[in-house]
């Protein structure tokens, strides 16, 4: 018998612990976070309510209920050091220690790691902790430049020149706005292309990789609106994307595997959980737009969804360090995750209206919610997601449009993700970028 903790209970953590559930290997599921997901709750024979940044509180309750395995699900918790702190206490995390999940927590850091394993990943740049030459670097970028937060911001920290920002002199706003916060920030060059995510296993020797997933940030249909922390993702039933060849996935793959090593080697600690790679094919090649050290949300539902290899063994692997003996294999299935977001996400989403749903449907997971008794009200954030699988990606993103329109509430979505439409336009696109 296993006990397993997962911190966190958004919809990520809904996939995690479905498939820790499912494992053939005898386990007792434990979940500590800030609120109840009754979907995780239901699979769980205790629930710790705690903010996530309660490091001491975690380890303590994860030394009482004899935890033998911690699967970390958001990015804060690694930040704040939970992995190094449950390791002090002898409890094995599926998830880096600080020192190596710095890949994520600074744009400059992980920069400077791509640097060392390829700077031709790597678009033009410059570090900035002030804004006495900012006007200066984006006149020399031109009109095609971003402006990044070095810091954690759930995806909404990059403002992008002709989309967020009209004007240099809005880009300099911005990075004052960053300065005044005690924060610091990158210029970078802006790349153009077609985005992909692809999240690898890592036991901090062996990567194995898991099929590429196409996210979707910007809020509203078209591509147009704000960042946000994903509105939807699909993924082919061959494990690629229909603009990439067989050996762009191999330089991909290639990269994670790299960056993985270089991370040891500049820090004297191995990374072990998720890394994940954000890249983009351009003209000039593959570059990569950032890292995450732990699964996507929406893309760990549509990855989980498919994996055939049991988790839970996966798991032990990765803490046992013998991933490499491990198949991990996936359901050669198209998938299409489309979210439900309240009215007005993500810069004033309405919150705490009543939301509808089926919770025991299987292709559902629920996200930023609150129980109160046999209700659920919106928490504010991205409220549910819903996965259509098939061979087919027309048939899964029909499955998964007529399961989100099955949520009720004070909601919308991007009807458009995963639909034939909007993968030959970006199909199209890159055929033009590419000459």
């Known amino acids: 018998m296993k006990n397993v903790l997962i911190v966190g209970s958004g919809a990520r953590e809904v996939a995690i612990a479905r498939k820790v559930s499912d494992s053939k290997i005898e386990n007792s599921l434990f979940c500590v976070s800030p609120d109840s997901n009754p979907q995780v709750s239901s699979l769980c024979v205790d629930y710790f309510i705690s903010p996530l940044d309660q490091v001491e509180?975690?380890?303590?309750?994860?030394?009482?209920?004899?935890?033998?395995?911690?699967?970390?699900g958001p990015e804060n918790p690694l930040a704040l050091g939970l992995v190094n702190a449950l390791d002090a206490a002898g409890i094995f995390s599926v998830g880096p220690?600080?020192?190596?999940?710095?890949?994520?927590t600074s744009k400059a850091f992980a920069r400077k790691i791509i640097d060392l394993c390829d700077k031709?990943?790597?678009?033009?740049?410059?570090?900035?902790?002030?804004?006495?030459?900012?006007?200066?670097?984006?006149?020399?970028?031109?009109?095609?430049?971003?402006?990044?937060?070095?810091?954690?911001?759930?995806?909404?920290?990059v403002k992008i020149s002709g989309e967020h920002l009209a004007s240099p002199e809005e880009g300099l706003d911005y990075a004052n706005d960053i300065i005044r916060g005690g924060g610091s920030f990158l210029i970078e060059e802006k790349l153009v292309g077609e985005e992909f995510s692809l999240m690898s296993f890592c036991d901090g020797k062996t990567c194995k990789h898991m099929p590429l997933v196409q996210d979707h940030k910007r809020a509203f249909e078209g591509d147009r609106g704000?960042?946000?922390?994903?509105?939807?993702?699909?993924?082919?039933s061959d494990h690629g994307l229909p603009f990439l060849k067989e050996s762009?996935?191999?330089?991909?793959?290639?990269?994670?595997?790299?960056?993985?090593?270089?991370?040891?080697?500049?820090?004297?600690?191995?990374?072990?959980?998720?890394?994940?790679?954000?890249?983009?094919?351009?003209?000039?090649?593959?570059?990569?737009?950032?890292?995450?050290?732990?699964?996507?949300?929406?893309?760990?539902?549509?990855?989980?969804?498919?994996?055939?290899?049991?988790?839970?063994?996966?798991?032990?692997?990765?803490?046992?360090?013998?991933?490499?003996?491990?198949?991990?294999?996936?359901?050669?299935?198209?998938?299409?995750?489309?979210?439900?977001?309240?009215?007005g996400y993500p810069n004033k989403p309405e919150k705490g209206f009543l939301v509808g749903c089926d919770v025991d449907n299987k292709n559902l997971y629920l996200a930023s919610v609150k129980s109160e008794g046999k209700e659920l009200r919106a928490g504010g954030s991205r409220t549910a997601a819903y996965v259509g699988k098939s061979q087919h990606i027309k048939e899964a993103e029909k499955l998964s449009e007529e399961g989100i329109r099955e949520v009720?509430?004070?909601?919308?979505?991007?009807?458009?993700?995963g639909t034939e439409e909007l993968i030959e336009s970006r199909v199209k696109r890159m055929q033009e970028i590419l000459g």
Not at 226 to 236: A, E, I, L, R
């Open 57 to 72: 509180k975690i380890v303590s309750y994860a030394s009482l209920k004899r935890i033998d395995l911690v699967i970390v």
């Open 97 to 104: 220690k600080k020192e190596v999940a710095l890949i994520e």
């Open 226 to 236: 704000p960042n946000t922390g994903g509105m939807g993702t699909y993924s082919f």
């Open 120 to 157: 031709n990943k790597n678009p033009k740049r410059k570090e900035f902790h002030n804004t006495s030459s900012v006007l200066d670097f984006i006149n020399e970028l031109g009109e095609n430049y971003v402006i990044k937060y070095d810091g954690l911001m759930g995806g909404k920290g």
């Open 408 to 417: 009720s509430g004070n909601l919308f979505h991007r009807k458009d993700i």
């Open 248 to 343: 762009h996935i191999s330089e991909a793959q290639k990269t994670n595997e790299l960056v993985a090593k270089e991370l040891h080697k500049n820090t004297g600690t191995p990374f072990v959980g998720i890394l994940y790679g954000g890249f983009m094919l351009t003209r000039q090649g593959i570059k990569v737009i950032e890292y995450n050290a732990r699964f996507g949300d929406p893309e760990a539902m549509n990855v989980l969804s498919i994996l055939k290899t049991d988790f839970l063994e996966i798991c032990l692997s990765i803490m046992n360090e013998s991933l490499s003996g491990v198949d991990v294999q996936f359901d050669s299935l198209s998938t299409v995750c489309k979210y439900a977001v309240p009215l």
